[in-house]
């Protein structure tokens, strides 16, 4: 019980992570049609320029400044590069961004090396934030923090960890402000009136194409926000931008592109896919001798029947994209198109 | 009733000349270049052309932008290896010559599993889907060892005695005059497919769709049969690849071998039917030759990427093209001065720039061999400021000089341009 109570917050966590990514690229892919290859290379830039920031300043202030520092780069990759080739479709302008995930993981390794670097929570979240304690006696219950060794000396305790909980807690209110500023401020309004009549704004006399730079550049800085959270958590190294690069477009896809609702839901059910599995250490083989039907070690299919459901984990999200294409091709949210 | 109407139709000296000019080029090429690094690098052309025109049935004929073709070509590389273990054991009958076409019809047979499901959707959703598919793959096939070898991958021997007309396979120009002819046959077969009815309504699916299915035809199902043709001339690149190289590794299904077939074929030019022979014997050059030069290749890859999509949208090819145009016209000979001038300080900046890259890299990879590494030949010395100054002044200099001339050249382009086309006009109306 403890366990899955743990594993599901780890998922719902990952999940949240996916949607501070998956966001951006979505408010991006609506707003411009533009497929932003370079996302993930971007999130790990956020952890890199976090990691380099917070050893000069220290950990809080490299969580705001990493986002400016990823958010400006990418409102000038804007300026500079996609804009000059929107005219010629969107297909280019995937490319473009294509090309630009090759240079930003070769800078990095140049910039940073090709190993992982240290990058360590500060100690506050270096610590679980609660502990589980199941206990025969007592049941259930929840201590803060770290529970004390003479309680865990007879009883099951599963701790989860702070950088987890503080990635919920920042996801969550990015969300909250993102809702905020798109429904209820004029920025959002022209925003939302570029995304669906970008003429009439023009016409109306609002810039639309800075506006359409600084939704890049503002896509960008949640990914580097999301970069320098994801950086802590989990390891910070070259390879971090192509693990979760595929992830996202799962996540889009499965959502219904164009969909911030859709990023949401999608990016919460791709992350419980990918972390509640892993703790099932069966297989089909297991399931088939459950029915009563013994599968032979030296049967065809039993190399792919022994896989177990842990084994598995890392595909289940291209399952569920196929079979979302299958069932219900414009997505979870999409719109008929 | 077709005998009834005389049709003239006169030999097409000019695709004559091509076509026997291409299977003259594949004939004497190893000839000519006969050392045995040339002929490596030959046969893998060879393999990369049909990948990469393969792709481009995709990409240039039919506007879709996969992400995770790699698994068409790794799939027929897989099965192939297998089927050449099998005839190695002596449980199956082929002669390995045929093999690659095993690799085919396994790619034709996945094309049309998973093209069904990534085909439904065009444009940027087909191309997310592409690479989950492609990521599905890539992940599955390290869960089975069993099929795909794990880390270590499937290793084979081509040579299956008997020798059929002293052809064992064994000496690589043996393999090479085979990949040859099945590149010269694919081409052939890939560029009569670009004249077929379905090649026309591909061109028209990727042009307007909507007229298309208004018309009353199956955008979906038009996408989907290329998908499958493109998967099963990429199957045969991958069977031919597993004999050439005798071993088939993860790596085959991989992204990076996805991502390197959209990027080869965009740099030799999506719009033009002969770009993607270009692209293939680029990739081969940059992947085999420039990562042996240097350690920064992929930067300089990216970078040629991105250059190309901003200023030359239509590739190597599309440069080609252009300049033909020109030179039909007659305004090509005032244009090579110019040309002769961005060379010149292009190369200038260039030289600079990859000096300080050079620089960089040695100072992150090889710290521990010292500060003086070799750049083209000459010793520098990496903690050298003087270095970095003498770098940093060409480029500037150089991209200076580059962005006059730059200006110059796109005057006189676009004044050569109107020119041709009031030509045209005047053809026109005389």
């Known amino acids: ?337 | 009733m077709t005998g009834d109407v005389f049709h003239f139709r006169p030999y097409n000296v000019g695709r004559w000349a091509v076509w026997g000019g291409y299977g003259l080029l594949l004939l004497v090429a190893p000839l000519v270049f006969s050392s045995s690094l040339s002929q490596t690098l030959l046969s893998q052309m060879g393999i990369a052309i049909i990948g990469c025109l393969a792709y481009n049935m995709l990409l240039g004929q039919g506007g879709m932008l996969s992400f995770g073709h790699a698994v068409y070509s790794g799939l027929g590389a897989f099965l192939t290896i297998h089927a050449l273990n099998r005839v190695g054991a002596g449980t199956l009958h082929l002669p390995v010559g045929l093999l690659p076409l095993v690799g085919g019809a396994t790619g034709l047979v996945f094309a049309a599993l998973f093209g069904f499901v990534t085909t439904r959707k065009s444009g940027t959703t087909f191309a997310m889907i592409t690479l989950g598919i492609g990521e599905l793959v890539a992940s599955m096939s390290l869960m089975l060892p069993e099929f795909f070898g794990g880390e270590a991958g499937v290793s084979s021997n081509r040579v299956v005695p008997p020798a059929v007309m002293g052809i064992s396979f064994g000496p690589q120009i043996q393999v090479y005059y085979l990949i040859a002819s099945y590149c010269f046959v694919c081409t052939g077969l890939m560029f009569a497919f670009t004249r077929t009815p379905l090649g026309r309504m591909l061109n028209a699916v990727r042009d307007n769709p909507e007229r298309v299915a208004f018309i009353g035809y199956d955008t979906q199902r038009v996408r989907w049969f290329a998908f499958m043709i493109s998967g099963l001339f990429m199957g045969i690149a991958g069977g031919l690849g597993a004999i050439n190289f005798e071993l088939a590794t993860a790596e085959v299904v991989g992204a990076q071998r996805s991502g390197a077939y959209l990027l080869f074929t965009y740099l030799g030019g999506a719009t033009a039917f002969f770009g993607p022979i270009i692209g293939g014997v680029l990739m081969v050059l940059a992947t085999v030759v420039l990562s042996e030069l240097t350690k920064a290749w992929l930067l300089y890859l990216g970078l040629a990427f991105m250059v190309m999509v901003m200023f030359a949208p239509a590739g190597v090819a599309g440069l080609v093209l252009a300049n033909l145009r020109l030179a039909a016209f007659g305004k090509l000979r005032p244009m090579l001065r110019w040309y002769g001038g961005l060379v010149v300080a292009g190369g200038i900046a260039f030289f600079g720039a990859s000096m300080m890259i050079e620089m960089l890299y040695h100072l992150q990879l090889n710290e521990a061999l010292g500060p003086v590494m070799k750049f083209c030949g000459f010793p520098v010395n990496v903690r050298n400021p003087v270095a970095w100054m003498a770098a940093l002044t060409q480029v500037l200099s150089g991209g200076l000089a580059f962005e006059l001339v730059r200006r110059r050249v796109v005057v006189q382009w676009e004044a050569a341009q109107a020119d041709i086309e009031r030509e045209l006009k005047r053809r026109e109306a005389a």
């Not at chain 1, 590069?81 to 010629?88: A, D, P, W």
């Not at chain 1, 950086?231 to 595929?246: C, K, L, N, R, W």
């Not at chain 1, 992830?247 to 969909?259: A, E, P, Q, Y």
């Open chain 1, 1 to 337: 019980m403890d366990q899955t109570v743990i594993n599901i917050l780890n998922g719902l966590s990952s999940g949240l992570l996916l949607f501070m990514l998956s966001s951006g690229l979505t408010l991006i892919f609506s707003m411009m049609g533009v497929l932003n290859f370079a996302h993930a290379g971007f999130y790990m830039l956020g952890a890199y320029v976090g990691y380099a920031s917070s050893r000069i300043v220290g950990f809080w202030p490299a969580l705001a400044v990493a986002p400016v520092v990823v958010g400006a780069l990418g409102a000038v990759f804007e300026r500079l590069c996609l804009r000059r080739v929107h005219r010629y479709g969107h297909v280019p302008e995937l490319l473009v961004t294509f090309g630009l995930s090759y240079l930003i993981l070769e800078l990095v390794q140049v910039v940073w090396g090709r190993a992982p670097v240290a990058f360590d929570p500060p100690a506050v979240l270096a610590q679980p934030a609660f502990t589980l304690v199941q206990s025969a006696a007592t049941g259930l219950s929840v201590v803060l923090g770290h529970a004390d060794a003479a309680t865990c000396a007879h009883a099951a305790c599963t701790t989860f960890p702070a950088t987890r909980a503080f990635m919920m807690l920042v996801a969550l209110l990015m969300l909250l402000a993102l809702w905020l500023l798109l429904r209820h401020t004029r920025v959002g309004l022209v925003i939302q009136a570029a995304l669906t009549h970008p003429e009439m704004a023009e016409a109306l006399g609002h810039n639309v194409p800075r506006v359409f730079m600084l939704v890049f550049g503002a896509g960008c800085a949640l990914a580097g926000l999301a970069g320098v959270i994801g950086g802590t958590t989990f390891v910070t190294e070259p390879s971090m931008a192509a693990a979760i690069g595929p992830i996202l477009f799962v996540v889009v896809v499965v959502g219904g592109t164009g969909s911030l609702v859709g990023a949401f839901v999608g990016a919460l059910l791709i992350g419980l896919l990918q972390t509640v599995p892993l703790t099932v250490d069966k297989s089909l083989v297991d399931a088939a001798s459950a029915l009563g039907w013994h599968v032979s070690t030296d049967s065809a299919a039993y190399p792919l029947m022994k896989l177990t459901l842990a084994q598995v984990a890392p595909i289940l999200p291209y399952l569920l994209l196929v079979l979302i294409l299958i069932l219900r091709p414009r997505g979870l949210f999409g719109t008929r198109e």
